[in-house]
């Protein structure tokens, strides 16, 4: 062993080895793999969150209108509990009202089985101090009154019955009046009771050159002039207080100089059917004060109080405010805690992204990078073993060992580049006996007829024998074989290494084989063979055929003379030419009727040195390079010999040669062309 194979035969270092990269490459796929499944869990989490949230934003509104409108229209919470459970039912989340002190009002969740309250309220609910962002989800085409005091809290300005009835009657009248002028409008009832027209398409301007008023409609009732009364001694006694004048709330909330209520519906009732004076008030006449922007509209409907752009408009709307709170506070329900959550608690349903949740999170993804890295070193070892034991088994193989087959485990790549390594291993095994044994017969071939060329002039320097022309011929006759071998010998390595020149030329494979005949006639004759060249069947034509016409005779020469060898006495050599079924090649046939070769030595006829007969005697056989010869040489043609033996009947030798294409038939070359290997 060569003194450098140990070291070669190290392992190699971690950075470099397949087995350290296999592994670096599957733990940086799970990283990447963990770290992408993670950012798209969290951005698919958060959108749902969002989604979530939003959707539970818009229930927490609805909630919140419905318990606003309840304690706008009850002056306690009392009864209040079925409202909660319906909502709940409704919603699916968890409701509880408090006291500001916190003294439960009413709760959805049983008492044996409802979780403690959040620290913080979801939202407040005050009729008197709505919450903007939450009432701002179920506001109507006016928005959020600007002072904050929910529409549905009408308190004192409610209509009893009657005036109801009365106001319905004007209101229906009203609605008949612009139905027989053409225009379609209805009855709406506000919050108070009142009933206002409103025209379909909500457009006043259509019915403006009517004959129908709405001075009856618009006028207050008695209920209402005696809450407006005493809402406007609120407003003067806050104004007083601030050394200002007092003013004159008129039924929209508007203050100014006149005392007549401004025209904010439609007309309604033609003259005659007036209860009062009728005159047709055009929205030009009205007075300087901001009128509500809903046609009918009434205290409540909360309009925003008309706010002039000077020091004393703030003032008297900030007063306006404060006393309309002031005078509903007696008839709402006093300001509760509204607490909403789902119903296991917790205020905003979702993923929670805690402490705890990222380190349940970097564990999993720990987890997995785990097996992950276990998994590649599982699969990284048994795919680094075969390849091992390759490398092993080649590193012995170059040094000249035995080199016992790798073990095959499985069909797989690995599995079948072990195969093919065996398979090459004991194709060089099988080169390198026949390397040996050819250098073997070489020397045996050489050594016979230098020996006898020595023993003969050691016989005639010794006086044994004399140098007649006897001796002489048999000098020459040995001389002649030993270079006959070397000759093929030549032929051989030549056609091997790819420097066997051809000289091309067109070729009558007839004539050349007529020739080949008449040279081997003599030895077939002495040999009692009877040697014949029959003509090509008509059938099968013998196409046109371009070869080195020397290089073919020696070939097809020594498949005669091997068969003459072969075929006993009163036996028959037959030379036959003839067209391949497609006519694209020339078949030349040496047929002998000899004692054949058996099937297990027919794949060795072409091998160097082989020989039928296991004696290697010369006189029964020659060189044992004629057939391998003939084998290089077709081969330079670029065909094929082949072989096929019955014991007993005889052998058929058959070259298959490339005929020449159509197209070249009228330029086959007269010039020398070097073959190919």
């Known amino acids: 062993m060569p003194p450098e194979s140990g070291a070669s035969r190290a392992r190699l270092p971690l950075r470099k080895s397949l087995f350290a990269r296999l592994l670096a490459v599957s733990a940086l796929v799970a990283a990447c793999s ?6 798209l869990a969290v951005q698919t989490t958060s959108g749902a969150i969002l989604k979530e949230q939003g959707q539970n934003l818009t229930a927490d509104a609805r909630i919140y209108h419905t318990l606003l409108g309840y ?11 079925r409202t909660v459970r319906d909502l709940a039912e409704q919603s699916g989340r968890r409701i509880a009202l408090t006291t500001e002190q916190r003294t439960p009002l009413a709760d959805s969740a049983a008492p044996e089985k409802a979780a403690a309250l959040p620290a913080q309220a979801s939202a407040i609910v005050d009729p008197l101090s709505v919450d903007t962002a939450l009432a701002a989800e179920n506001a109507g ?5 600007a002072d904050r005091v929910d529409p549905r809290a009408v308190g004192p300005f409610r209509l009893p019955a009657a005036e109801r009835t009365a106001l319905r009657q004007i209101a229906d009248r009203g609605v008949a009046c612009l139905s027989e002028a053409g225009i379609a409008s209805d009855v709406v009832r506000t919050e108070s009771g009142r009933p206002v027209i409103q025209v379909v398409g909500n457009d006043p301007e259509r019915i403006q050159g009517s004959r129908c008023t709405t001075d009856a409609l618009d006028a207050p009732t008695a209920t209402e002039k005696q809450a407006l009364k005493a809402l406007n001694q609120l407003a003067d006694a806050c104004l007083k207080r601030q050394d200002r004048s007092g003013v004159h ?3 929209d909330l508007s203050w100014g100089q006149s005392a007549e209520p401004v025209p904010t519906a439609v007309p309604t009732m033609p003259p005659s059917e007036a209860p009062g004076p009728v005159s047709g008030i055009e929205p030009e006449a009205a007075p300087s004060a901001t009128p509500t922007e809903t046609p009918g509209v009434m205290p409540s409907s909360a309009p925003s109080p008309a706010v002039g752009t000077g020091e004393d408009d703030r003032a008297i709307a900030s007063c306006v405010g404060t006393a309309r709170r002031e005078q509903l506070s007696s008839y709402v329900a006093s300001p509760a805690l509204l607490f909403i959550s789902d119903t296991g608690g917790t205020t905003v349903p979702g993923f929670d992204l805690s402490p705890a949740n990222t380190a349940r999170i970097a564990g999993a993804a720990a987890l997995v990078l785990a097996l992950t890295v276990g998994a590649s070193v599982l699969v990284g070892a048994r795919l680094v073993r075969p390849l091992r034991a390759l490398t092993g088994a080649a590193q012995r193989m170059r040094d000249g060992e035995d080199t016992a087959p790798v073990r095959v485990t499985a069909d797989n790549e690995i599995g079948r580049l072990a195969a093919t390594f065996n398979d090459m291993s004991a194709h ?26 020595r023993g003969w002039l050691e016989a005639a320097q010794d006086g044994v024998a004399d140098p007649d022309p006897a001796f002489i011929a048999s000098l020459h006759e040995e001389a002649v074989q030993l270079q006959h071998i070397i000759d093929d010998l030549q032929d051989l390595a030549q056609a091997d290494a790819g420097a066997l020149r051809l000289h091309a030329e067109p070729v009558r494979i007839e004539e050349l084989l007529g020739q080949v005949a008449a040279a081997h006639q003599a030895r077939a004759e002495t040999a009692g063979v009877a040697l014949t060249v029959p003509p090509s069947p008509p059938e099968r034509p013998v196409p046109g055929l371009t070869a080195d016409p020397v290089r073919l005779r020696q070939a097809i020469g020594n498949l005669v003379s091997n068969a003459v060898r072969h075929t006993p006495a009163g036996g028959q050599v037959t030379l036959r030419a003839y067209g391949s079924a497609s006519g694209d090649a020339v078949l030349v046939d040496v047929s002998d009727t000899g004692t054949g070769i058996p099937a297990e030595d027919l794949v060795h ?14 006189r029964t056989g020659g060189s044992g390079l004629g057939l391998a010869i003939v084998r290089k040489l077709t081969e330079a043609h670029g065909g094929t010999a082949t072989a096929a033996s019955v014991p007993g009947q005889g052998s058929v030798f058959t070259l298959h040669l490339p005929a020449d294409r159509p197209e070249d038939a009228s330029v086959a070359g007269s010039a020398d062309h070097p073959g190919q290997p």
């Open 605 to 618: 006829v072409f091998d160097r040195f082989w020989r039928g007969e296991k004696s290697r005697s010369r």
């Open 249 to 251: 709330l008129k039924l």
């Open 428 to 453: 060089r095994a099988r080169l390198e006996s026949q390397r040996k044994a050819m250098v073997s017969d070489v020397a045996h071939e050489l050594r016979t007829p230098l020996s006898n060329i």
């Open 141 to 145: 085409p006016s928005g959020t009154p």
């Open 71 to 81: 304690a706008a229209a009850h002056p306690t919470w009392e009864g209040v509990d």
């Open 34 to 39: 963990v770290a992408a499944t993670a950012w």
